[in-house]
């Protein structure tokens, strides 16, 4: 019953380092998306993707990267990471658009 | 570019009180939905409904109940008999065509429910 599962949890990393955010689900969803969650901003979306081997940009993508190599797999890199990227994300899948999507429990990244 | 306003930033209120959370949208879409979610303390986001803009029955689950009014862009949650487990972040959201009807979320509204 995992759903959908990120790593790390927490994160914090220096300004100009690079890390990759692991998003696994088990649903066999076709839909997986980045989110981003700021204070008083609600969520915002990275990147997403409708399928294996495809990926799109969302509102705001800049500083970041994203694969789809495998259908339950979504990454999201940071090459070189800025403070401004202190944040919260989330991954979520879906089976279609505009649907339930389904949420992983967040990744606190601290940016210093 | 489609919005979300959620206006209340924070309510605060008694168990066993009702409350009401406002969502108010905007969208050039003809065709779109809605959502609401919950963020608990835990982190996670739980999803609590959908509506399509086509469907402007409103619908109750148990002690929630949601009124949408296409005539006011407007898609408002209340919770009655409000319990503490009910003090979490919503956030409503708004099904965007730009970006292939991903969502667009709004501020969200931290509700704390006292005992």
């Known amino acids: 019953n995992a759903g959908v599962t990120q790593t790390p949890k927490f994160r914090v990393l220096k300004t100009g380092q690079s890390m990759t955010l692991l998003c696994a689900q088990d649903m066999n969803h076709e839909y997986m998306y980045w989110y981003r969650q700021d204070p008083g901003m609600g969520l915002r979306l990275i990147h997403y993707s409708v399928g294996e081997g495809t990926t799109a940009k969302g509102e705001v993508p800049d500083g970041y990267n994203v694969s789809r190599l495998k259908k339950q797999n979504f990454l999201l890199g940071l090459e070189s990471a800025a403070p401004s990227q202190t944040s919260v994300y989330f991954c979520?899948?879906?089976?279609?658009?505009?649907?339930?999507?389904?949420f992983g429990q967040g990744t606190r990244l601290t940016v210093v | 570019a489609q919005k979300v306003t959620q206006a209340q930033t924070e309510i605060s209120v008694v168990e066993k009180e009702d409350v009401t959370l406002d969502c108010v949208y905007e969208t050039r879409d003809t065709t779109y939905y809605l959502f609401w979610y919950k963020q608990p303390p835990s982190g996670e986001l739980v999803f609590l409904i959908r509506?399509?803009?086509?469907?402007?029955q409103n619908e109750i689950s148990g002690r929630y109940s949601w009124n949408f009014q296409k005539s006011t862009s407007s898609f408002n949650f209340t919770i009655t008999a409000s319990q503490v487990v009910d003090s979490a972040v919503y956030f409503c959201?708004?099904?965007?065509?730009?970006?292939?009807?991903?969502?667009?979320f709004g501020a969200g509204t931290i509700l704390r429910v006292k005992s």
């Open positions: 979520a899948s879906s089976y279609g658009s505009a649907i339930k999507a389904f």
């Open positions: 509506r399509n803009s086509f469907d402007e």
């Open positions: 959201a708004l099904s965007d065509m730009e970006y292939g009807n991903k969502l667009v």
